[in-house]
């Protein structure tokens, strides 16, 4: 019973990090679990001057691949293996290939995140953090030398904010990395999500400064530029430290309720629908997981009808963040739920 059940979820849910991206998909399956890395190399190869696939290409070949063959954990000393991943091995063959150091410092922080874990800081064990940030240097110094391989690339830009972030550098440093990024690509879409998640409460930021530059931004954008999701996602990072932090215990309709009577939330979500969604335009390389962050916040407002086309468009492709911030219960439960909520409503 519980593996039927399970069989017909997973036809109703896709999680793999490439989504419907075939030659993505391909590439991470070959560097994976085979030795050939050569579909890793031509896809990455052909993202050349188009950098927001570029970095969505950069951070799934490293994500997906973070645990595979070659990644192993010396069980002694708790230290991670950096020399024989597959990303280690073409960035040792290849040492003036920009693209491999990017997949190999991306590997590196990947790899970091998994020694850490997701939980709060306070919770993180010494060792734990010990490892963390040998890794994370180990990144940026792989990473510098991907600049230095392409100095023109915004993409290792996109890199060091990242590594700024988990690092928490100092503000003035974040800010000239910014800089250098958004002279490279002005809109770049990774490169201000995460200038975002700097702003959020949980990395030293506020709530103010988190909605601010999310709102000024999309403002600016123009219409079908994916930036007018930054609202909905700085919503979702909101709500998130609300379940977690400020009031543990809060039932998600509470949160629900709070949006629903914001009428400046109401009008993130209204701009994001008319501005980016409606808007016809070629889908972005990282387009569903924006979609999924929209039909989050419709459906986290009661917006069902909203929601219907949203999730229309998505399909398959459920992404773990944000449905897994649904007050505390399984991503694919929560995405599920309100597919079928929406469907009703439509």
Known sequence: MISTVWRLLTRQIDTNLAQDDTVLREACTQARYGSDIEAARKALAATRGDYDRRARYVRVLAESTAGGLGSRVDRTTGRVDTAAAWTDRWAARTPTNPDAQLVRAHSLMA???????????????????????????????VNDLAMRLAPEDPTPWVSRLDLMID???????????????????????????????????????????????????????????????????????????EQERASQGSAADEIGQRWRQDPVMQSDLDNALSRWFHQPATRHADWLNDANFLAYGLARTGRDADAAPVFASIGRYMTSVPWSWWDRVRGDTAFLRARRRARRAA
């Open 167 to 241: 690092q928490s550098a100092p503000p003035e440093e974040v800010e000239e990395t910014w800089r250098e990024l958004t002279r490279r690509d002005p809109r770049h879409h990774q490169g201000h999500i995460l200038k975002l998640t700097y702003h959020c409460r949980k990395w030293s930021g506020s709530h103010e400064a988190m909605f601010g530059f999310a709102r000024s931004v999309a403002e600016a954008a123009p219409a079908g530029s994916p930036l007018h999701v930054l609202p909905v996602r700085a919503a979702a990072e909101w709500a998130l430290w």
């Open 111 to 141: 790899r970091a995140w998994e020694v850490r874990g997701g939980d709060w800081a306070a919770n993180v064990r010494p060792e734990q953090w010990t490892e963390f940030n040998r890794l994370l240097q180990l990144a940026r110094q």
